[in-house]
């Protein structure tokens, strides 16, 4: 299906520049807060071009301290966040009463409850995407939207804080980090932090028949790069971020 066969919401905020996420992105230790309310903005501007948000049912998976959740719900969206970890919940103030602390194996939601199912930066962090990918596309309701966006572990912030040492292997990368800070980093390679690519998600997801693939790109690059994903092994150094949009079948 044609990614613009939704209707785009007309309130939706603008896309963030490419440049300008980068500039926030690069003061992200100092400055979280900045960083992650501009991502959230444009991450609510990708979800809105395939359909209006407002009086929409969206659960955010994995969301942290809530900025996604707080941004979709500026946009009229009825959103829950489930969130695995209560210091992560709490970290920009006590969370509201619509967010709960839960596993996105096993989302205290109803079948197909869901209009759309929302995630980003989650999957590279939990052991089984595959299983994730299932729980999200069974809370979504048919008709309805599965955003996922994570990092590719062969980009250049695959090993996150512990880039670009990743290449050498995941726990170097960590051993390294950990001698030079004098703490082991937030991501632990094999625990909180495993290494996905590009074309395991896209076998996982293209496999399916419940659901149809409506749009497969690099997240931060203009719409015209999505002819990157073609090339295997190339999508995988170049990709850094790997946007899916799915649709639940009737």
């Known amino acids: 299906m044609h990614p613009d066969a939704f209707p785009p919401s007309t309130s939706a905020p603008r896309r963030v520049g490419l440049l300008r996420l980068l500039a926030a992105f690069a003061r992200e230790q100092s400055d979280p807060g ?4 501009l991502l959230a903005r444009d991450s ?7 359909t209006d948000l407002a009086g929409r049912r969206i659960v955010d998976v994995g969301g942290g301290a809530g900025y996604f959740t707080t941004a979709l719900r500026e946009q009229g969206a009825q959103c829950v966040l489930v969130e695995p970890d209560p210091g992560e919940l709490t ?3 006590p969370a509201s009463r619509s967010s709960v602390i839960g596993d996105g194996y096993w989302l205290p939601l109803a079948d197909a409850s869901m209009d759309v199912c929302f995630s980003s930066n989650v999957l590279e962090h939990v052991k089984d995407p595959a299983g994730l990918i299932d729980e999200m596309i069974r809370v979504t309701k048919p008709g309805g939207l599965v955003y996922l966006s994570y990092t590719v572990w062969l980009s250049p912030w695959g090993g996150h804080e512990t880039a670009p040492w990743h290449y050498l292997g995941g726990e170097y990368a960590a051993r ?7 703490r082991p980093p937030k991501n632990r390679f094999g625990q909180t932090m ?3 690519g590009v074309g395991t998600v896209l076998r996982l997801v293209r496999g399916r028949s419940d659901v149809a693939v409506v749009e497969a790109r690099p997240r931060y690059y203009p719409r015209w790069c999505r002819f990157l994903i073609a090339f295997p092994g190339l999508r995988e150094l170049l990709t850094w971020n790997l946007l899916v949009v799915l649709q639940r079948r009737p």
């Open 34 to 37: 900045r960083f992650y309310k």
């Open 91 to 93: 970290g920009h103030g």
């Open 194 to 196: 495993f290494p996905l």
């Open 44 to 50: 609510v501007a990708v979800v809105g071009r395939h």
């Open 176 to 182: 390294r980090y950990t001698g030079r800070e004098g």
